[in-house]
């Protein structure tokens, strides 16, 4: 079935026991949402150098966007901020390749699994709701600054 | 199932058959069960063929010129107008004025009272009152209105079972308030308002009366003077016409005394370079070439309903909602926002599915050929006041069959086994 390629195992797992979820301490809040569905997400990012130290947020959302934020937390915390970014633009990539990529799974591990949902139009944008948010976040907690490298 | 208890139905055997998009079928061969009416409403092929007909023999711009299609397109134009002014029992054709949507009609209220003189003129001194039940565009047009003005915006709040809080009207309006715009059917709730309650209210402290009927019209008879408003919006593509049509009724005075708001051609009486001045009403708020072939469309539509006749189309859309209630009832963990019985209630009914987010539940649907709106309905206060971030909505219309109902819980218990 179809609808199997969009809700992979690993993302209703993601749905079901989000990662890192909740607020914790940071150097930078968004908030970000999705005005045609509701969805809505605050996210902080806490950098520790040019190290991504922690994302935590508060969201709801269907369970695209709910996973899609726990997959992010998986990936970019403990990162540095210039690997994360690359995770970044390859999640987006994947996300605009409107079924045609299935993503490099070396570089996006879990999140890989939203291959399948680059085929619903409507649904790209709960995916990348909480990368969004962090891509913005990130800026705001370096200030303009280019991140500092070890 | 057996739906030999239900009555009042229509022959929708023979009405589908004028809608060739309900015959599609989606997804590897399931039926499309279209439940997204409150959105929009599909097309009979009466109203294509009026459009095709308008583009392929008559089209012409219209009001001008003297040649054979000019005549012909501004008489199939303005025959759309008797058309509407006909449905909707109005005193004068003068007082229909197309528009291109329900926004634009309310839009425009909000503009000619904001540059209006006394006394109907909305200033730093006045108030405006509308509910939290609106979709946002009975809301936005009078938030913009109070903040260029500095007039103070205020609401009707709304009861647990999701009807509207009357016990403060007295508060709320009040020889302060100018306009008074309310919704006759909530499009998120299904609620049916009583606002001959506001009216009266409002005529005893000299306030206008807009309503919103975008979600009445195309459900049940509307009959502007019954309902002795200042002005009645609507919109052509819910009411089985194309996209790109609406309508404005106002009370033929106000609109003799209202300024226009959009100029341009088409609205004026005599041009010089210092000044201007305008047509009569409807045309003074009709600047320039306006939606022809889609006010031809909303003709043929109206004559597509007024063929049944809109107290069958509630007849019917009412059995089926009451069985859609009823039978959503046996879906463990649905809860319905809004009125819980068919009692002053139109044929949009939102829900939320425990815990399982709307989005996921119109997913699903789709995959079996089920459509319906997920979101806010561009009503978020509502979702606010509940406390829920969105709803899932099936809303029905005079084509809609129980077994479209039937169709959406099976397709509803899918949905709880592939989250659950």
């Known amino acids: 079935m179809k609808l199997d390629s969009m809700y992979q195992e690993i993302i209703l797992d993601h749905y079901r026991n989000p990662h890192g979820k909740g607020l914790r301490d940071g150097d930078a809040e968004v908030h970000h949402v999705n005005p045609t569905c509701g ?54 990539e994947l996300m605009q390749s409107r079924g045609q990529s299935e993503g490099d799974e070396d570089l996006l591990e879990d999140a890989v699994a939203f291959a399948g949902v680059s085929k619903y139009p409507a649904r790209v944008k709960c995916a990348l709701l909480s990368w969004m948010a962090w891509k913005d976040a990130t800026a705001k907690a370096l200030g303009g600054q280019p991140p500092l490298t070890d | 199932m057996t739906h030999s208890h239900l009555t009042g139905l229509l022959d929708t055997d023979a009405i589908r058959k004028d809608f060739p998009v309900l015959s599609r079928q989606l997804h590897d061969g399931k039926p499309l069960v279209y439940l ?7 097309k009979p092929r009466q109203v294509l063929d009026a459009l095709n007909a308008y583009y392929e023999q008559h089209n ?5 010129g003297v040649h054979v299609l000019a005549e012909e397109a501004t008489a199939l134009y303005e025959g759309a107008r008797d058309k509407v002014a006909s449905f909707i029992n109005a005193p004068s054709r003068n007082e229909v ?31 405006i009152v509308i509910t939290e ?50 919704t006759l059917v909530s499009n998120l709730l299904g609620t049916v308002n009583p606002v001959d309650a506001i009216v009266r209210k409002a005529q005893s402290v000299g306030a206008l009366v807009a309503i919103d009927a975008s979600q009445a019209a195309p459900h049940a008879v509307l009959d502007v003077q019954a309902l002795e ?8 593509h819910k009411m089985l016409g194309p996209t790109g049509i609406g309508v404005l009724w106002g009370r033929q005075e106000l609109l003799e005394d209202l300024p226009p708001f959009l100029g341009g051609g088409e609205m004026i009486e005599t041009v010089t370079m210092g000044s201007s001045t305008y047509a009569p009403a409807p045309h003074k708020f009709e600047a320039g070439t306006p939606p022809i072939a889609q006010a031809v469309g909303l003709g043929a539509a109206i004559d597509y309903l007024s063929a049944i006749g809109m107290d069958k189309v509630a007849a019917h859309e009412h059995a089926i909602t009451a069985y859609a209630i009823e039978r959503l009832a046996e879906v463990p963990d649905l809860r319905i926002i809004g009125p819980r019985t068919a009692v002053d209630r139109g044929a949009a009914i939102s829900f939320t599915l425990g815990d399982i987010h709307p989005h996921d539940v119109g997913q699903v649907l789709d995959e079996q050929g089920i459509a319906v709106r997920v979101g806010h309905h561009c009503a978020r206060p509502v979702c606010l006041r509940y406390g829920i971030p969105a709803t899932t909505r099936a809303s029905f219309y005079l084509y809609s069959t129980p077994g479209e109902v039937d169709a959406l819980i099976d397709g509803l218990h899918h949905v709880r086994n592939f989250f659950g």
């Open chain 2, 36 to 42: 997204d009416n409150a959105a929009t409403s599909q």
């Open chain 2, 133 to 182: 039940m609106e979709h946002h565009s009975n809301i936005v047009p009078w938030q913009l209105l109070a903040q260029r003005t500095g007039a103070k915006l205020k609401w009707f709040s709304l009861t647990d079972e999701g009807r509207l809080d009357l016990s403060n009207m007295d508060e709320l309006i009040t020889e302060k308030t100018k306009i008074v715009s309310v």
């Open chain 2, 229 to 236: 408003a200042d002005f009645v919006a609507f919109t052509g």
């Open chain 2, 97 to 127: 004025i197309f528009t291109k949507n329900a926004s634009e009609s309310l839009n425009l209220v909000a503009n000619m009272l904001g540059w209006a003189e006394e006394p109907y003129r909305v200033d730093a001194d006045s108030e």
């Open chain 1, 39 to 92: 969805d809505e997400i605050t996210l902080r990012v806490r950098l520790d150098g040019a190290v991504v130290a922690d994302v935590s947020y508060d969201s709801q959302g269907c369970s695209i966007s709910q996973a899609s934020a726990s997959v992010l937390n998986d990936l970019v915390v403990g990162k540095q901020v210039g690997e994360a970014q690359q995770i970044q633009e390859a999640f987006l």
């Open chain 2, 60 to 64: 012409a711009n219209v009001h001008r």
